[in-house]
C-alpha cells in the first residue's frame, strides 16, 4: 500500500479509537465506521492486479492448514467482487479434497440463507451483482457446515469485522447459539489495530491474510 494510503489509514483509525475511547454515541460510532470503510475500501483498491492471484494462493495455502478446515467436510465460502479476496482457489483445493461447498444467498434485508452448490458454474448474478446461488439450490444450514470464509472490508487483529454495512453476516453468525468456525479473509492493507463495533457486530474467530494468521483470543467464564 502506498505510504500516504497507510497514513490516511492511520489517521481514520487514530479517530475511530478517539470514538471508541470517549464513550460516544451509536451515531457517533456509525460516523467512524463510514470513514473506516472509505479509507479502508480505497486501501484494498490499491493492491496491484498483478498481486491479487498470488495472494489468493497464499491465503489459500495458509486457510487450508488451519486444523478445522483441514479436517473439515463442508465449508461456506463467498460469491466475491472485483475488490475482494478472490477465494475461487480456494473453493477449488477444498473441492479436491472431497469438501462439500455452500456459499450465501441474499433473501431479504439482512438476511442471508446458505445453499449447497456443487460448481460454481451453477451461481446466478444476484443482489449487489455478486455471484450466488439460485434460488432453487438445495438449503444448507449453519449446523451443517464446519466452517466460513467471510469477506469484509475492514478487520483487525481480535477478530472485528467492518463490512458495507448491511449487517447480512451479523444476521447470519447471530442467528444460532452454535455457529461454526468463521474466518475472514483479507489483503494486509485491510487490518488496523481496532476496528470500531456496536454491541451488535459479531466477532469473526479467525483472520487470514497473504502474510499472517490473527487468532481471536476469547475470555475464560
Not at 460469491?79 to 444467498?105: H, K, N
Request: hydrophobic share 40%; aromatic share 6%.
Amino acid at each position: 500500500m502506498a505510504s500516504a494510503e497507510a497514513a490516511d489509514l492511520g489517521r481514520c483509525y487514530s479517530y475511530g479509537m478517539s470514538m471508541i475511547q470517549g464513550g460516544t454515541s451509536d451515531a457517533d460510532l456509525s460516523r467512524a465506521k463510514s470513514i473506516l470503510r472509505l479509507k479502508a475500501r480505497a486501501a484494498r483498491r490499491s493492491v496491484l492486479p498483478e498481486l491479487r492471484t498470488a495472494y489468493a494462493y497464499a491465503i489459500a495455502e495458509r486457510v487450508l492448514n488451519i486444523p478445522a478446515i483441514a479436517d473439515a467436510a463442508a465449508v461456506m465460502v463467498y460469491g466475491a467482487s472485483p475488490e475482494e479476496v478472490d477465494v475461487s482457489v480456494l473453493e477449488f483445493a477444498l473441492r479436491e479434497r472431497g469438501v462439500r461447498i455452500a456459499y450465501p444467498r441474499v433473501a431479504g434485508s439482512r438476511a442471508l440463507t446458505l445453499h449447497w452448490v456443487e460448481s460454481s458454474s451453477e451461481l446466478v448474478a444476484g443482489s449487489f451483482g455478486l455471484r450466488e446461488p439460485s434460488i432453487t439450490a438445495p438449503v444448507a444450514s449453519l449446523d451443517d457446515l464446519d466452517a466460513l470464509i467471510v469477506p469484509g472490508i475492514a478487520f483487525d487483529p481480535h477478530g472485528n469485522r467492518l463490512g458495507f454495512g448491511g449487517g447480512y453476516y451479523d444476521s447470519l453468525l447471530s442467528s444460532s447459539e452454535i455457529v461454526p468456525l468463521t474466518v475472514g479473509v483479507a489483503y494486509d492493507e485491510q487490518i488496523v489495530a481496532e476496528v470500531p463495533r456496536h454491541d451488535h457486530d459479531q466477532p469473526i474467530d479467525m483472520v487470514v491474510t497473504p502474510t499472517h494468521t490473527y487468532r481471536r483470543v476469547t475470555s475464560s467464564p
